[in-house]
């Protein structure tokens, strides 16, 4: 069985930078596309970033594109999201979500694994 677990979030202050790590346990997340989405207090959850399975193309959504990279660290089984520049705005959980067709590079709700999120917190 595939789990995902995020870290790396915390209380950061406008104009910092944050890096979350996403790892999974029972496969391999080379294999899959990966994907970070996030859900702000009141709103819907929203896409943020997408790295595909077959040859690490890259995906970002309007609201992090020029600050957020999202990166793949093969052998250790793991998927980077930094976001620069932050402001109350990225004030979010983030979740990392994997999904087992690699070509895949829009984030997207119907990723097949989930993970529990971890908090993002900017203060002005």
């Known amino acids: 069985q595939v789990q995902l677990v995020e870290s790396g979030g915390g209380s950061v202050e406008s104009g910092g930078s944050t890096r979350l790590s996403c790892t999974a346990s029972?496969?391999?997340?080379?294999?899959?596309?990966v994907g970070w989405f996030r859900q702000a207090p009141g709103k819907e959850r929203e896409p943020v970033s997408c790295i595909s399975g077959t040859n690490s193309d890259t995906f970002y959504m309007p609201s992090v594109k020029g600050r957020a990279t999202i990166s793949r660290d093969r052998p250790n089984n793991m998927i980077y999201l930094r976001v620069d520049d932050l402001t109350p705005d990225d004030t979010a959980v983030y979740y990392c979500?994997?999904?087992?067709?690699?070509?895949?590079?829009?984030?997207?709700?119907?990723?097949?694994?989930w993970g529990q999120g971890t908090q993002v917190t900017v203060s002005s």
């Open positions: 979500a994997a999904d087992p067709r690699p070509s895949r590079l829009r984030p997207a709700p119907d990723f097949a694994t």
């Open positions: 029972g496969t391999t997340l080379g294999r899959y596309a």
